[in-house]
C-alpha cells in the first residue's frame, strides 16, 4: 500500500510573520495524520518553518533547487543550503519554472539528481499543457517528460521519488481534472516507469496529482487506485483549506 502524500506548494506567498501565522494555524489542525504532510514555502521562510515544525509531524520542502552547489551563481540556492534549512523534500521542475525560467526535461533531471545525491526527496513536476490536451498528445508529452526527467536514475532512485502529475491547464485555473483523467494519466506513468524498470518498482513510486485541488474534490480524486496524493497551491495557503484537503482523503 503507498501511503498518501499531500505537499503545499506555497509558491511566492508569505514572509516570515505570515509564515508563522500560517504554519500556527496548521499546526493546531494536523497534530497527527495518518498522510505524510508538507509544506514547502519560499526560501526565506524555510529556516523560520524548520524552527516552528520542531515537534511537528509536517515536513519541510523548497520549491526549487539549484543545479550547483556553491560559486558565483548570484540569486541560487544549493541542495546543501536546503538541506542545513531543513528540508526533506525538494519540488522541482514545476509547470511554472518550466514557463517562466525555461527549465527543460534535462535540468529536471540533474536538479532531481541533486536533491537524491544529497539525501533528500525530490518532487519533479510533469503535465501537458491545454493546447497539447486538445491537440490529443498527452499521452506522448507525459511519456518523453516521464522518459526524460528520470534518466539514469537507478532503481532506488526511482523508487524514492515522487512524481507529481500536474495538467497545467489545471494549475491556478479552478479546472481540475476529472477523476478519470487524473487516474489515465498517473495509470499511463506508471506503465512509462514499468517498462524503464520493472512493475515492483513502478508500483512503489508516489505519483500526486496537482491542480486545483480542493477539499471538494479531493476525496475523489484520492481515491483512485494510481493517485498517491496532491500538490496543492491556492488551497494551500489557508490553515483551514489545507487541513480539509488533508482530512477529506
Ligand atoms: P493550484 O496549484 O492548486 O493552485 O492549482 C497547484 C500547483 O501549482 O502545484
Not at 525560467?101 to 510533469?126: F, S, Y
Not at 493546447?131 to 490529443?136: A, M, P, Q, V
Not at 515522487?162 to 506503465?191: D, N
Not at 475523489?220 to 488533508?246: H, M, R, T, Y
Request: charged share 20%; with cysteine; aromatic share 6%.
Amino acid at each position: 500500500m503507498r501511503k498518501k502524500i499531500i505537499a503545499g506548494n506555497w509558491k511566492m506567498n508569505n514572509d516570515i510573520f505570515q509564515t508563522t501565522d500560517l504554519l500556527n494555524g496548521l499546526k493546531e489542525k494536523i497534530s497527527s495524520s495518518e498522510h505524510l504532510v508538507i509544506v514547502c514555502p519560499p526560501f526565506t521562510s524555510l529556516v523560520v518553518a524548520q524552527q516552528l515544525l520542531k515537534n511537528s509531524p509536517i515536513k519541510l520542502g523548497a520549491q526549487d533547487v539549484s543545479l550547483f552547489d556553491s560559486g558565483a551563481y548570484t540569486g541560487e540556492i544549493s541542495v546543501g543550503m536546503l538541506k542545513a534549512a531543513g528540508c526533506s523534500y525538494v519540488i522541482v521542475g514545476h509547470s511554472e519554472r518550466r514557463q517562466y525560467h525555461g527549465e527543460t526535461n534535462e535540468i529536471i533531471n540533474k536538479k532531481a539528481k541533486k536533491v537524491l545525491d544529497a539525501g533528500l526527496i525530490p518532487i519533479i513536476c510533469i503535465g501537458e499543457t491545454l493546447d497539447e490536451r486538445e491537440k490529443g498528445i498527452t499521452d506522448q508529452i507525459l511519456t518523453t517528460q516521464t522518459k526524460g526527467v528520470l534518466a539514469d536514475f537507478s532503481n532506488a532512485e526511482v523508487e524514492k521519488s515522487i512524481i507529481a502529475y500536474e495538467p497545467v491547464w489545471a494549475i491556478g485555473t479552478g479546472k481540475t481534472a476529472t477523476k478519470e483523467q487524473a487516474e489515465e494519466s498517473h495509470q499511463l506513468i506508471r506503465k512509462v516507469i514499468s517498462q524503464m524498470y520493472s512493475w515492483a518498482t513502478a508500483e512503489k513510486v508516489i505519483i500526486q496529482y496537482g491542480g486545483s485541488v480542493k477539499s471538494e474534490n479531493a476525496k475523489e480524486l484520492l481515491s483512485q487506485p494510481n493517485i498517491d496524493g496532491a500538490l496543492v497551491g491556492g488551497a494551500c495557503l489557508k490553515a483551514d483549506s489545507f487541513a480539509a484537503i488533508i482530512t477529506a482523503v
